[in-house]
């Protein structure tokens, strides 16, 4: 079964500094996605970025990127110019690739503070 | 907005009753997952249809069943509750399943339920 584990469980930055959130998984399949979510104070899950392992560029999407190192089955994220909004919990997520294999695996989140 | 809607938005029972919650996908998404998120256990899957039919089952008790209506709308029925079933519970849509791809998940506001 595959896992996903986030080593942070709090994260804090200042305002439009730079933080990277760290998650690492495990699993022996070859294609599969993951992804990260963020869950601000409302509970809403949102989706941040999502990462292809068939692709070798990293993703990015405005002042989020992902650095994975597929190899070492890492996959952080980097949030540029940090923001007040981006203050909530964010969850690295794992999808496997097989058709049958649809479901997200979470890990446990990291509560990332952005102080003004 | 998402596009996912979930009633009621907060519920509370007491131990051994039985509620049913309830979910309306995106329109033109076929696939249906349930999931928990609790202090105890974090985010899990639950349980995934597609078009009607049940694909794929993750830790879901015996005492919770769920369904896929034929306009695409779930619903996840709890029966006999206990206080640990105190939990967000949030049910996401996706546009297929089965033919790989990495089709996001879209979350919905989620459903509180506290068992007293």
């Known amino acids: 079964a595959q896992t996903v584990t986030q080593s942070q469980p709090e994260m804090s930055v200042q305002e439009a500094e730079t933080v990277t959130l760290s998650c690492t998984y495990d699993?022996?399949?070859?294609?599969?996605?993951l992804f990260w979510y963020k869950q601000p104070p409302s509970r809403q899950m949102i989706l941040v970025i999502r990462?292809?392992?068939?692709?070798?560029q990293n993703a990015t999407e405005n002042r989020f990127s992902v650095n994975f190192q597929k190899a070492a089955k890492s996959f952080s994220l980097k949030i540029s110019d940090s923001q007040l909004g981006d203050a909530a919990m964010y969850f690295c997520?794992?999808?496997?690739?097989?058709?049958?294999?649809?479901?997200?695996?979470f890990g446990e989140g990291t509560q990332l503070t952005v102080n003004p | 907005d998402s596009g996912v809607t979930q009633t009621p938005k907060h519920l509370i029972t007491a131990t051994g009753q039985r509620v049913t919650l309830r979910c309306s996908p995106r329109?033109?998404?076929?696939?249906v997952y349930w999931y928990q998120q609790s202090l105890d256990q974090g985010l899990q899957f639950l349980i995934q249809?597609?078009?009607?039919?049940?694909?794929a089952k993750g830790n879901i008790l015996e005492r919770f069943s769920a369904q896929q209506f034929p306009d695409l709308h779930s619903e996840l029925n709890l029966s006999s509750l206990e206080l640990g079933d105190s939990a967000l519970y949030f049910c996401?849509?996706?546009?297929?399943?089965?033919?790989?791809?990495?089709?996001?998940?879209?979350f919905g506001p989620g459903t509180r339920l506290t068992v007293t």
């Open positions: 996401a849509s996706s546009p297929v399943t089965g033919t790989g791809g990495s089709y996001e998940q879209y």
């Open positions: 699993t022996s399949e070859s294609d599969y996605y």
């Open positions: 990462q292809e392992a068939y692709k070798q």
């Open positions: 997520a794992y999808r496997s690739g097989k058709t049958s294999g649809s479901r997200l695996t």
């Open positions: 329109s033109g998404d076929l696939s």
């Open positions: 249809y597609y078009n009607g039919e049940e694909r």
